[in-house]
Every structure is written in C-alpha cells, then in structure tokens.
C-alpha cells in the first residue's frame, strides 16, 4: 500500500464514511418507520414499503446484516485511517489519527446521519430496502450463522428468541392516536372515534332511563287518559304495563296504531294485539355487547333488569348512538338539554344527568367508577339527602343544590373546577 497515492486513500476512506454512514441511518430510519403507516403504504402497493415490510418480518437477519456490513466498513475505516496517519506523520501520527477519526465517525458516520434518518425515515428507509433485499440474499449464509450463534447465546441466558411483540394497538394506545390526530380529523369526527372506543368500557346502567323516569302507559288508567297520552305523546315506542312497570305487557310502536287512533277506532283489544314482547337487557351489558344485541334481534328499545329480574330503567338505541355521535337534542350552543349554561359561566344541572354526559359535555372528570348519574354522586360524597340551598365541593366543583323532590336531587348549580384543585385527584 506504500505505493498507493494518498489523494486515493482518501478518496477510499471517504467512500467508507459514506457506507458506515448508509448503514447507521438506514438502521434508524427502518426502525423508525411508523409500523401502520407503512403497512397501508405496503397494502396500497407501494414498492418500496412492501420491500421494507418484508425486511421488517425478520428484525434479527436485517440487525445481524446492518451491523455485519457497519461493524465491517468500520474496522476498514480503522485501519486505513491509521495507515495514512502513519504515512504523513510517522508514530505520532497514529495518535493525531485516533483522535480525529475518533470525532469524524461520531459526528459523520453516527450523530449526523442517525438524525436525518430518525427526521426522514420514509425517504431513507425505503431506498435502503431496495439495496438490502439483494444483499441480504447473497450475505444469507454468513447473516445466518452470525444469528445462530447469537439467538444460541440469549437462550443460555434464558431470553426466549422466538418471542415476538404484539403489534396491535390496546384501547388505551389507540385512544392516545386518535387524540393526537387533531389536525388531521375534525373535532366532531374525533369525538365520535372516541365515543366508539368507550362503548366497550361503558355499561347500559351508564346510559338508561331509571326506572322512576320511565314514561309509559298504564291499563289501569281511564281510557280517554290513555287516548290523550297516545295523542300527546312525544316517543314512537312506549311501554306498556298494569299498575307498574314491573308488570310490563310489551312495548308499543305508536305507528302501528296510528291509524285507529285517527278514526276514533282504537280499543284495548287492539291495542293489546299491537304489542311487541319485551326485550330484557341484563344489568352490567356492555354498550357494545348492547348494540350488537339490539341489530341481531331487531329491536330499538329494551328494559335493563337486574340479577333479581328487577326493572332498573330503560335504554333505547338512541341512547346508544348518543354516547358516539353525542346528544340529538342539543341545543346552537352545544350543550345537553339537561345541561343549561348561564351568564354568570355556571350550569344548572338536572340530578338525573348521567356522569358520563357532563364529562362529556362540559370536558369535567368526575368520577364514573361508582354513581352514574349527579344526583347519586352528589349523595354518596355527602353520606345524606341535601336541602335546597346546600353547597358542596367535589373535584374541585362548586356544586349547590337548587331543587329537591322525593328524597332525590332535582336541579343543581355547578360551576367550573377552582385554580387550586386543577393537579388534584379524588374528591375533595
């Protein structure tokens, strides 16, 4: 090599910068790759991504062929370096190399190209697929030897090898995408992709009608009674019992009795015959599960009972599609209909408002974990029934109780978390 001119040393040591280089980056860029984005791209038939998808399937044989070929070219750098240190300068000139080929492959061969991968990881991944699919074929046995060896050595130690982490997304994981998607998914899209994400996690005693709210018809009543309900009613589907809920006879499509009721025909016969059976929903069933039950067996509409067969409330498929698309009945400023803002920035509340919704609505964390609706929140953090008048603090909201009405919460005024309680947890 003494007879090698020293502008072709460098013009070779230069060319193993560039390939020390190729495989520091091209390594971070490949492991960078947004693992979904690049399977879309892969199923879209993008040569490229297709490439480094299939280089991907087997990490160890393209870790074992990056650092073979970096590990390589970096020892050549090594040596080279030296040899024409040596040549300009003597043995000093082994010292004078070390040091600065010690800086040139940081920042040239690791810091420099690693960031510009890590930034552009598409841009470089995908031209370095293409020249490790060849090279990885014609390096196989040496790639394959080095793995052997290598995967031998972790078993000693008790790492199982074949493992392979799971790919998919948990609900929670995928949350975090979708809430990090603002500018490329409207507000209202997101919302609805978050809506779809709780109803696995949500249950039918988060979104019914208690029982005491229900509105039905009752046999009992007089006739003209039950004529005027149908008439002035504001539902399609109602449930029909005889002295209470618990003794339900079915559910009634008013559609189905339209007709009668124009011509001043309708009877209790008829009426009897228009009924539809009761569709049972078991306390704790999932909104999804729920949803699902409600398109195979074609229902709209179905009574939440509980471990004693006891009716607890109501639940239709408008409420499940609320809890996705939000309220139907919201009014131009974007509240619930049980949610009423005023001027002076607070709400008034109705107690039967589900938790769920006044988080939803109004961004608020309370609780979910044990009363579902305000009232019961209001009552279990009191251990009592408030008067009208009462004031209390949960999570940092100031809530006072306006309305009171069969040992229940009828109306409270709630107003936005205090400064001092924003980086608490639990109730105050």
Request: proline fraction near 4%; charge should be negative.
């Amino acid at each position: 090599m003494d007879t090698i001119p020293l502008g072709v040393l460098f013009a070779i040591l230069f060319l193993l910068f560039f390939l020390s280089a190729f495989f520091s980056g091209s390594e971070t860029a490949l492991m960078a790759l947004n693992r979904y984005r690049l399977r879309h791209l892969a199923e879209a038939g993008h040569k490229g991504a297709q490439r480094a998808q299939r280089l991907l399937d087997k990490p160890d044989r393209l870790i074992g062929l990056i650092l073979l070929g970096n590990n390589f070219v970096n020892i050549l750098i090594t040596q080279l370096a030296t040899f024409i240190g040596l040549r300009l300068y003597g043995d000093t000139g082994i010292a004078i190399a070390t040091g600065i080929l010690t800086l040139m492959l940081l920042i040239f061969a690791e810091v420099a190209p690693k960031t510009l991968a890590a930034l552009h990881s598409e841009q470089v991944a995908f031209p370095a697929a293409l020249i490790y699919t060849p090279l990885l074929t014609i390096a196989y046995p040496l790639v394959w030897t080095v793995n052997l060896i290598a995967n031998a050595l972790l078993k000693l130690l008790g790492v199982p090898v074949e493992a392979r982490s799971d790919a998919s997304l948990s609900r929670e994981e995928l949350r975090t995408v979708v809430n990090e998607t603002n500018s490329l998914i409207p507000d209202k899209h997101q919302k609805m992709l978050l809506g779809i994400l709780d109803l696995e996690e949500a249950t039918v005693e988060d979104i019914m009608v208690p029982r005491n709210e229900v509105v039905g018809l009752d046999l009992d009543d007089d006739w003209e009674d039950i004529i005027s309900e149908l008439t002035r009613s504001s539902y399609t589907r109602l449930p029909v019992f005889q002295g209470s809920i618990d003794n339900v006879k079915g559910f009634l499509h008013l559609r189905k009795i339209l007709d009668h009721i124009m011509r001043g025909e309708l009877t209790r016969d008829t009426l009897m015959q228009s009924l539809r059976e009761v569709h049972f929903i078991p306390e704790g069933t999932s909104l999804n599960r729920q949803l699902r039950n409600f398109q195979a067996e074609k229902r709209r509409i179905g009574l939440v009972v509980d471990e004693y067969g006891d009716i607890m409330g109501l639940v239709t498929m408008e409420d499940l599609l609320e809890e996705i698309v939000g309220e139907f009945t919201t009014d131009p400023s974007g509240y619930s209909k049980h949610i009423i803002p005023q001027d002076d920035e607070t709400w008034l509340i109705d107690g039967s408002t589900h938790i769920r919704e006044i988080n939803r609505t109004l961004g608020w964390q309370l609780p979910t974990s044990g009363p579902r609706t305000l009232n019961g929140l209001i009552i279990e953090h009191m251990e009592l029934i408030p008067e009208p008048g009462t004031s209390v603090l949960i999570q940092g909201h100031p809530m006072e109780i306006t309305q009171t009405k069969n040992n229940a919460i009828k109306r409270v005024r709630a107003g936005r978390q205090l400064e001092r309680y924003t980086s608490d947890e639990g109730n105050d």
